[in-house]
C-alpha cells in the first residue's frame, strides 16, 4: 500500500529525458550481454536469443530491488565483493570467448534447428543470467548510475529507483532485441562456413576484449 501510495511521487522525482537518452546509450553500448544476444540471434533465430536474454533481466531485477532495499551502497562501495565478481565475470567472460573462437575453427558449417534451439534456450538463458550476475558493473549501473537522475528523498528513493530500473530493464530488453535482430540476419538462409567463422571469431574476440578489460575495472568510491 505505501509502495503505491508512493508510486505517483516517484514518477515525479525522475529526470525523464535525462534517464531515457543515457540509458539508451548505455544499453546499446556492446557488452557481453549483448554479443550473446548477438550470437544466440544467429545461431537460434530472434525467439530463443530474447527468451534467453530473460536469464539476464531477471538478475537485473533483483539487482534493482537489492539497490532499493538499501544494499546498493554496499555493492557499490565493498572491495572484496566488487574483486570477487570482477574476477569471476573475467575468467567466465575468457571461457566464452575462447569456447567461441574454438567453434570458429569448425570443419564444417552447422545449422542450428528450431528443435536444438529450444533444447538450447535453457543453456543460453543461463549464460546470459551469469554474465549479467558475474558483472560488477551491472550492480555499479544501478547502484550509482540510476540514482543521478532522481530527484527522490528517502521516503521516496525506493519505488522511485525501482520505477527507473524498471524503465532501464526495458530499454535493454528493446537494445537486446536490435542485437538479437541484427544476428539472425546475419544468419538467415543458408549460413556459409566462412560467415559463422567470422561472428564467431569477432564475438570470441570481443568477449576476450571484456575480460581484459574487467580484470583493469576499479571499485568506484
Given at each position: 500500500?505505501v509502495?503505491?501510495q508512493?508510486?505517483p ?20 553500448t556492446?557488452g557481453?550481454?549483448q554479443?550473446?544476444s548477438l550470437?544466440n540471434?544467429?545461431?537460434?533465430g530472434?525467439t530463443?536469443?530474447m ?6 533481466f531477471t538478475?537485473?531485477v533483483?539487482?534493482?530491488?537489492g ?7 554496499w555493492l ?9 565478481l570482477k574476477?569471476?565475470?573475467a ?8 569456447r ?6 569448425r570443419p564444417t558449417?552447422r ?7 529450444a ?11 551469469l ?5 560488477p558493473?551491472?550492480y ?6 540510476l ?12 519505488p ?6 524498471l524503465?532501464y530493464i526495458?530499454?535493454?530488453?528493446g537494445c537486446a ?9 546475419l544468419?538467415?538462409?543458408?549460413v ?14 570481443a568477449?576476450?576484449g ?10 568506484q568510491?
Amino acid at each position: 500500500m505505501v509502495m503505491m501510495q508512493a508510486f505517483p511521487v516517484a514518477v515525479t522525482a525522475i529526470d525523464w529525458p535525462l534517464l531515457l537518452g543515457a540509458s539508451a546509450i548505455m544499453a546499446l553500448t556492446p557488452g557481453a550481454n549483448q554479443l550473446l544476444s548477438l550470437s544466440n540471434g544467429f545461431r537460434a533465430g530472434i525467439t530463443p536469443a530474447m527468451t534467453a536474454a530473460c536469464g539476464r533481466f531477471t538478475a537485473f531485477v533483483f539487482m534493482v530491488m537489492g539497490v532499493a532495499v538499501g544494499l546498493g551502497h554496499w555493492l557499490a562501495t565493498s572491495a572484496i565483493f566488487f574483486n570477487v565478481l570482477k574476477w569471476v565475470g573475467a575468467a567466465y567472460l575468457l571461457y566464452l570467448g575462447i569456447r567461441t573462437l574454438m567453434m570458429a575453427w569448425r570443419p564444417t558449417a552447422r545449422p542450428m534447428s528450431t528443435d536444438i534451439a529450444a533444447a538450447r534456450a535453457g543453456l543460453f538463458m543461463r549464460r546470459e543470467a551469469l554474465v549479467a550476475l558475474s558483472n560488477p558493473k551491472a550492480y555499479v549501473l544501478f547502484a550509482l548510475f540510476l540514482p543521478q537522475f532522481l530527484h527522490a528523498d528517502v521516503e521516496s528513493f525506493a519505488p522511485a529507483i525501482m520505477l527507473a530500473g524498471l524503465v532501464y530493464i526495458l530499454i535493454e530488453f528493446g537494445c537486446a532485441l536490435v542485437y538479437a535482430s541484427a544476428g539472425h540476419l546475419l544468419g538467415q538462409g543458408s549460413v556459409s562456413l566462412r560467415r559463422q567463422r567470422w561472428l564467431d571469431g569477432v564475438s570470441g574476440s570481443a568477449m576476450v576484449g571484456l575480460a581484459g578489460w574487467l580484470t583493469l575495472a576499479k571499485r568506484q568510491t
